[in-house]
């Protein structure tokens, strides 16, 4: 049960994050924050095949528990936020 919750921690913050920054417009600091879950996950993966300090086993789990369900959460966040941007500047008649 704590494995569930950790994961579902993991994606709620980042989208919750990345749907507020959407909405205000700071498109490019949702897209850094993005890139840089994105590259953590590709180092965390090339660790996985060839160990370089960090146990394999160990590496994996921080993947698959905690940096791909920030990813799934953020990238969902993110088109949330875009959505209800583009929703509000076509209320606003821009």
Not at 56 to 74: C, H, K, N, Y
């Amino acid at each position: 049960m704590a494995v569930v919750a950790i994961m579902v921690l993991c994606a709620l913050v980042p989208f919750f994050a990345l749907v507020r920054l959407a909405r205000m417009g700071q498109f490019g600091l949702v897209m850094s924050l993005l890139s840089v879950l994105g590259a953590v996950a590709v180092i965390l993966g090339y660790a996985m095949g060839a160990p370089f300090g960090i146990d394999p086993v160990q590496a994996m789990a921080i993947l698959l528990l905690g940096v791909v369900p920030g990813l799934m959460g953020g990238g969902a966040g993110a088109l949330l936020g875009r959505a209800l941007r583009d929703r509000d500047d076509s209320r606003v008649g821009k």
